[in-house]
């Protein structure tokens, strides 16, 4: 007669605490991939305008909750009529808050900064428009089309804050140099008539929509680009379109004016 080795309690013990230790070890696998930063932390949208595509990737690792609410305001679809309202040459071009009415849109709760990621306001980077409140950024944002925006970091911005960058352009920066380049003007502002909205394109530019794209390093074809824009639209912006020091900031006005940031 053989014996077996385990009766049959002790073999229901073994098996349950086997059990365990593996289900243990599963969630704990699982728990630490969770802590681990994605693979790919990239995102790409495509922002098609009336004078052409614009491609930007977004940083998700390096600025995870704006980027988290741009995409939240891309998925809404929000962005879509909305303007560049705001267009200095060899600064920024500033828009998604305002219709081609000018008029402001209702907007999600604003967020914290997050301008000390690392990135910086070079040419052609996706920067967060704000109040003079950091945490103030809702919609918004401005690309720079400076070489050298960087008093607009964190390290060299007077409020000792600066303004978040979360991604950049990677085609269709020939677009972006077309609207720095479009003539301006000052008009009155729809919410506040005593004050003069500075700097907003005479032609609107329009975003139509912006999309998620699959990413690819290539660039977008010339033939998106309009080839023959109106002629407000190649009259380079005059001398008093440049930033005066209550202006150097894209903060905003562009949210709320007020009488000492929108004056040209």
Known sequence: MVLDPLPQSRKSRWFVRSFGSCLLMFVAAV?????????????????????????????????????????????????????FHRVIKDFVIQGGGRGTDLRLKDTQA????????????????IAMARKTDPDSATSQFFINTA???????????????????????????????????????????PHFPAIALGNVPIEPIVIHRVTVVEPSPEAIDSSDVLNDPSPAT??????????????????????????TTEEP
């Open 110 to 125: 604003a967020i914290a900064n997050e301008s000390d990621n690392g990135l910086k306001n070079d040419e052609y980077s």
């Open 31 to 83: 728990v630490a991939g969770a802590d681990e930063p994605s693979e790919n932390p990239l995102v790409q949208v495509e922002l098609d305008t009336s004078l052409g595509k614009i491609r930007v990737q977004l940083d998700s690792d390096r600025a995870p909750q704006t980027v988290k609410n741009f995409m939240a305001y891309v998925e809404s679809g929000f962005y879509e009529g909305t303007v």
């Open 234 to 259: 190649k009259e380079p912006s005059t001398a008093t379109n440049q930033p005066s020091p209550a202006t150097s900031e894209p903060s905003t006005a562009t949210n709320e004016p007020s009488q």
């Open 147 to 189: 070489g050298d925006n960087h008093s607009l970091d964190r390290d060299q911005c007077p409020d000792g804050v600066g303004y978040t960058v979360f991604g950049e352009v990677i085609a269709g920066k020939e677009v972006v140099d077309l609207i720095e380049s479009v003539a301006t003007r000052s008009v009155v502002d």
